[in-house]
């Protein structure tokens, strides 16, 4: 079955960066874009960033510049890397796959930006 494992998220002060790594398995990963989506709190679920099969790169206008997405095919994993944090870039952090057979999201990973 399609499983989604986030990891990375930590408390970080502003300015300073996170790596985030959503680990895959289940499915053929180098055939699907995958994507990051946060949800900060009292706040609904947005998209962050989008990575095609083909490494073709889409990004949110509030990370655009700050945040990059990047996949290893060789290691079934997706990235998000992220620089000059923000207070309002603190919420739970998650990949997702949309397939055929719908969509899948891993359990979140927590990254607080705080002084």
């Known amino acids: 079955q399609v499983q989604l494992v986030e990891s990375g998220g930590n408390l970080v002060q502003p300015g300073g960066s996170l790596t985030l790594s959503c680990a895959a398995s289940?499915?053929?990963?180098?055939?699907?874009?995958m994507e990051w989506h946060r949800q900060a709190p009292g706040k609904q679920r947005e998209w962050v960033a989008s990575?095609?099969?083909?490494?073709?790169?889409n990004y949110a206008n509030s990370v655009k510049g700050r945040f990059t997405i990047s996949r290893d095919n060789a290691k079934n994993t997706v990235y998000l890397q992220m620089n000059s944090l923000k207070v309002e870039d603190t919420a739970v952090y998650y990949c997702?796959?949309?397939?055929?057979?719908?969509?899948?999201w891993g359990q979140g990973t927590q990254v607080t930006v705080s002084s």
């Open positions: 997702k796959i949309s397939t055929g057979q719908g969509d899948y």
């Open positions: 289940g499915f053929i990963f180098s055939l699907y874009t």
């Open positions: 990575i095609s099969r083909g490494g073709i790169t």
